[in-house]
């Protein structure tokens, strides 16, 4: 478990020039809470998986706050849950991931709710 950081929970990130990214990694089964700004972040990422993770109680940092913030490319990013954050989930469009589910109360049997590698945003 990660806690109370006073910064970043997690944290990939390249060096933002070309070429000069954060390659290949993996952030699996971790818990985040009480961190600073994000709870997971991943910028100037490529290639990464970050899956099944739980962030939680994030607050107010540097760069806004989220509970899992990937603006890299070609990452691989599901079965998180994120909660207690102002933007708990923010995924940019060019990495795959799953849906994310908002709801509260009983999941669905179909839709978004019920797919295997959903992301779950609890608001």
Same mark, same amino acid.
């Given at each position: 478990?990660?806690?109370?950081?006073?910064? =970043?929970?997690?944290?990939?990130?390249?060096? #933002?020039?070309?070429?000069?990214? $954060? *390659?290949?990694? %993996? %952030? @699996?089964? $971790?818990? =985040?809470?009480?961190?600073?700004? +994000?709870? &997971?972040?991943? +910028?100037?990422? !490529?290639?990464?998986?970050? @899956?099944?993770?739980? %962030?939680?109680?994030?607050?107010?940092?540097?760069?806004?706050?989220? #509970?899992?913030? %990937?603006?890299?490319?070609?990452?691989?990013? /599901?079965?998180? !849950? $994120?909660?207690?954050?102002? *933007?708990?989930? *923010? &995924?940019? /469009?060019?990495? !795959?991931?799953?849906? @994310? /589910? !908002? /709801?509260?109360?009983?999941?669905?049997?179909?839709? *978004?709710?019920?797919?295997?590698?959903?992301?779950?945003?609890?608001?």
């Amino acid at each position: 478990m990660v806690s109370d950081t006073g910064a =970043v929970g997690i944290e990939l990130r390249g060096r #933002g020039a070309a070429g000069q990214v $954060c *390659d290949g990694n %993996v %952030v @699996e089964s $971790c818990t =985040v809470r009480d961190a600073r700004g +994000s709870g &997971i972040r991943a +910028s100037d990422t !490529t290639f990464g998986r970050i @899956e099944g993770n739980h %962030v939680s109680r994030v607050v107010v940092g540097f760069g806004g706050t989220h #509970g899992l913030f %990937v603006s890299g490319s070609n990452n691989f990013v /599901v079965r998180n !849950t $994120c909660g207690a954050a102002g *933007d708990n989930i *923010d &995924i940019a /469009v060019a990495n !795959t991931y799953g849906p @994310e /589910v !908002t /709801v509260t109360g009983a999941l669905a049997n179909t839709g *978004d709710a019920s797919h295997p590698l959903a992301n779950f945003n609890m608001q």
